[in-house]
């Protein structure tokens, strides 16, 4: 703990008039007594939580329980900050405050100003009642969590100042003095930031990086040996598809459940012949099976999946009979004339034939797709256990970096990144978070990986991985979250700036990948690494799809293995696939990345081999739809 040691009381209200009705869920609410019980600050314990409509009375009236009935340290609000009519939080707060605190207010739209122009409509109001510190923070989940972290740090010392606690005011202002040579209450940035000195000192940074550059397979080893088995969960069978099934399926009862035509015709007696037959009835799909025995000379006509009706043990088609006699209506056959003999059994499915009762019909491991889907709805299996699916967050790092959206300023460039990496791991079947961008300073980026870690299983990072000034990453992970850096760079092209790391608490583990910020080197990346991680966390079995293609022209080899963008085609003469090299190869072309389904697996250059020559096979391993 860098804060102080000894418990803060909480007490967490969350103005909604919908959420108070039932109408929609308190998620700001949990998230925030979430990160108070995991936060790095204080011990935190929240001795009452409680979620009112948007009343200002009834705010007033909770926020005087708070504080002068239960005596907690600190309210935190959550809602009702914003220019609805119904927002009336802040007017509520000022209405039972003795004292406003403005610096709190300040930090937070200064934090969240970095994050979104929007945080700007925001009112917050923070002060004190008797020994109590209230806080108001905005309704949403992102936005309360991202205010919440901003003054997390000052909240222990405000805290202590209120309950006159002597003795730890007397420590963190000797503290100040000794190392700023100044006085007063003002906490000093290096005392309780999340800033670190160390990364902003340019001029010192690394001028050879100081992570060795693995091999691939050491990369993927590692990764893969961080990568953990998602628990099993049940989910409805109308749900389950790209999961992996968890355990075997079993079939209660038999396909077909009774004998079953498998063509339109006429049921019969086998051993009653050809000949004229009069004809008793029908049976079509869905009606019950016929109980009446029949006998010689009649027959039943029916229908493709009809039931069988007793007795009959076959099924003549209708093309082996011609009509002999039929109602004034036209619409009932009477007598027909059977051409062709059936033995026992023709054209009937016998009970079981399809599926038996107790086979297993789907094993463990299974990936369920729409016809694995549809034996579950067969067998009647409207619940199954599958393995979760991780989801990922999508974090983009960069001052440079507009949303797609955007008009183009000077030195600022459109955000692709993000939209490749969402749509590839959607692609995948694997949910998504945006994470948005975050600036290139230290607190940005603390706070955008701060809430991510909490959202999510796998962070996904472009960016920042590099020597530049700006990469910050690494030390960021390290220095602020306790992260174990596995590894910073690795002996590919391209790619050569990964970074992998593992953040773990007393809850879990989450991984951190740090991509390159050039788009083809992240799109490579993530295909090479994060896609089998996630199939590995999802309980897939096979991690990548290889085949091997033939190369149609000559290729230089680079002194690192090299994994070229192709096009996979195939022709009717050829036993393998061919590659078509998807132009320019330069790891900041995206254009290079469309129209590729296949990564070409290129070994480095040696004396004994410059280049692969054309007609040679190689590896590929498939990346898109084929």
């Not at 393995?387 to 459109?414: C, D, F, H, W």
Request: glycine share 8%; charged share 20%.
């Amino acid at each position: 703990m860098e804060g102080n040691a000894t418990s803060i009381t909480f007490a967490v209200l969350t103005a909604s008039d919908s959420c108070s009705s039932g109408n929609a869920v308190d998620t700001s609410g949990d998230a925030i007594v979430s990160h108070l019980k995991s936060n790095s600050w204080f011990q935190a314990s929240v001795a009452v939580r409680k979620c009112v409509p948007d009343d200002e009375n009834l705010i007033k009236t909770t926020l005087i329980e708070f504080c002068d009935t239960l005596g907690v340290n600190c309210v935190l609000t959550t809602g009702g900050t914003g220019f609805s009519p119904r927002d009336v939080t802040p007017e509520a707060t000022k209405a039972v405050v003795s004292k406003e605190a403005p610096g709190l207010v300040v930090a937070m739209l200064q934090g969240s100003l970095k994050i979104t122009s929007m945080a700007m409509l925001s009112r917050p109001v923070c002060g004190i009642r008797a020994k109590t510190l209230i806080i108001n923070l905005p309704g949403s989940k992102k936005g309360a969590l991202e205010c919440l972290e901003i003054v997390s740090p000052a909240i222990w010392h405000a805290v202590d100042l209120l309950r006159g606690s002597d003795q730890r005011i007397k420590e963190i202002h000797s503290k100040v003095q000794s190392q700023h040579g100044c006085s007063g209450h003002h906490l000093e940035h290096s005392v309780i930031s999340h800033s670190s000195g160390d990364v902003n000192k340019m001029a010192h940074r690394h001028r050879v990086s100081p992570f060795p550059a693995i091999s691939m397979d050491k990369a993927l080893e590692i990764i893969l040996q961080q990568s953990v088995l998602k628990e099993a969960e049940t989910v409805s069978y109308s749900d389950c598809i790209g999961h992996i099934l968890a355990e075997d399926v079993f079939a209660s009862d038999p396909l077909p459940p009774f004998p079953a035509a498998i063509k339109d015709g006429y049921a019969v007696i086998a051993a009653d012949g050809t000949g004229r037959k009069r004809v008793i009835g029908d049976a079509t799909a869905g009606s019950e099976p016929g109980k009446a025995l029949i006998g010689p000379g009649v027959c039943v006509r029916i229908n493709t999946g009809a039931p069988v009706p007793l007795n009959c043990n076959a099924v003549v088609q209708v093309e082996d009979t011609k009509l002999l006699l039929a109602d004034e209506t036209g619409q009932n056959e009477l007598e027909i004339e059977i051409n062709v003999a059936a033995h026992p059994g023709k054209d009937i499915r016998p009970i079981g034939s399809d599926i038996a009762k107790g086979q297993k019909v789907l094993s463990r491991g299974m990936k369920l797709g729409y016809s694995e889907m549809g034996i579950l709805a067969t067998v009647g299996a409207t619940t199954v256990s599958v393995y979760g699916l991780p989801k990922v967050g999508i974090l983009s790092t960069g001052n440079e970096l507009v949303q797609p959206g955007s008009a183009l300023e000077p030195g600022k460039i459109r955000d692709s990144n993000k939209t490749v990496l969402m749509a590839l791991f959607k692609e995948h079947g694997f949910p998504v978070i945006d994470l948005g961008i975050a600036r290139d300073n230290v607190d940005a980026l603390v706070a955008k990986l701060k809430y991510g870690l909490e959202m999510v299983d796998v962070l996904v990072s472009s960016g920042g991985v590099s020597m530049g000034e700006k990469d910050l990453l690494k030390p960021v992970l390290k220095e602020h979250f306790s992260a174990e850096l596995h590894y910073g760079r690795v002996f590919m092209k391209p790619g050569l700036p990964n970074t992998f790391a593992t953040v773990t608490n007393e809850r879990n583990k989450r991984l951190v990948f740090g991509l390159p910020g050039n788009p083809v080197s992240a799109a490579v990346s993530a295909n090479l690494f994060v896609i089998p991680a996630l199939r590995k966390m999802s309980g897939h079995e096979n991690l990548f799809v290889w085949d091997c293609l033939q190369v149609l022209s000559t290729i230089q080899l680079d002194p690192r293995p090299e994994y070229q963008r192709v096009g996979l085609k195939w022709s009717p003469d050829s036993t393998v696939p061919t590659a078509e090299v998807t132009g320019y190869q330069i790891s900041s072309r995206l254009l290079s990345m469309t129209c590729a389904n296949g990564l070409l697996v290129l070994p480095p250059r040696t004396a004994n081999q410059t280049q692969v020559n054309a007609g040679e096979i190689v590896d590929c391993i498939v990346i898109g739809r084929l």
